[in-house]
């Protein structure tokens, strides 16, 4: 059973950055490829970032490109999303999520088996 737990969210300023972190208490986390998604209010779901389970490409939506990094720790079992230069659009909840296809990583919310709860990230001008 995977148990995807976010933190780290906060309310920054425009330009500060943050680190997200998600810990999976599963046993096969090294065999998912994680991404991470974020809502704004009134929103759809849409993507962030993802890397792939041998950790050896990651895939970033244009928004955030050269701004944030995805990494995980499969020896921790974690994700973690690096965002820096936040900016008040980046303002959303975001979720953390496992895809078990072992494919690869996709930026499909459908894909992924597994979510988070979320946290929220708030960034004000």
């Known amino acids: 059973q995977v148990q995807l737990v976010e933190s780290g969210g906060g309310l920054v300023q425009a330009g500060d950055s943050l680190r997200l972190s998600c810990k999976d208490s599963?046993?096969?986390?090294?065999?998912?490829?994680m991404g991470w998604f974020r809502q704004a209010p009134g929103q759809e779901r849409e993507f962030v970032a993802a890397?792939?389970?041998?950790?050896?490409?990651?895939y970033y939506a244009d928004s955030v490109k050269g701004r944030f990094t995805i990494s995980r720790d499969n020896a921790k079992t974690m994700t973690y999303l690096q965002m820096n230069t936040l900016k008040p659009e980046d303002t959303a909840v975001y979720y953390c999520?496992?895809?078990?296809?072992?494919?690869?990583?996709?930026?499909?919310?459908?894909?992924?088996?597994?979510w988070g709860l979320g946290t929220q990230v708030t960034v004000s001008s």
């Open positions: 890397i792939t389970w041998s950790v050896i490409n990651t």
């Open positions: 999520a496992a895809d078990s296809r072992q494919l690869g990583a996709s930026m499909i919310a459908g894909a992924y088996d597994y």
């Open positions: 599963g046993r096969t986390f090294s065999r998912y490829n």
